[in-house]
């Protein structure tokens, strides 16, 4: 089970922290990755983190603001967003897989958790 937590209500410029925590399974096997998805778009892509941290991918419309992260003591990964900006409004899922390849593709991960609220005001 995968649960997200940390969206909110933010102005453009601020900073919010979004925390997937994970019960159930060995979390340090898993990979991670976060999409999203605005109203009326698809769900994309936007960071993933491997199942030892070592190796991050990230949408290019996030890279140098936003950043993943994983505590595989605490069961739990990271999104930290900075700079945010109107655009960025969405749900923000967070996901797992024991896949190590395909990280940028929804389909490859198995479990999902039920999002958490991002808005951003201009």
């Known amino acids: 089970q995968l649960v997200e937590s940390g969206g909110g209500l933010v102005q453009a410029g601020g900073s919010l922290r979004l925390s997937c925590a994970a019960s159930?399974?060995?979390?340090?096997?898993?990979?991670v990755g976060w999409f999203r998805q605005a109203p009326g778009k698809d769900r994309e892509f936007v960071a993933a983190i491997s199942w030892s941290g070592g190796t991050t991918y990230y949408a290019d419309f996030v890279k140098g603001r936003f950043t993943i992260s994983r505590d595989n003591a605490k069961n739990t990964a990271y999104l930290q967003m900075n700079s945010l900006k109107p655009e960025d409004t969405a749900v923000y899922y967070c996901?797992?897989?024991?896949?190590?390849?395909?990280?940028?593709?929804?389909?490859?991960?198995?479990?999902w958790g039920q999002g958490t609220q991002v808005t951003v005001s201009s």
């Open positions: 996901a797992a897989t024991l896949y190590i390849d395909y990280l940028k593709n929804s389909n490859t991960y198995d479990y």
């Open positions: 159930g399974r060995p979390f340090s096997s898993y990979a």
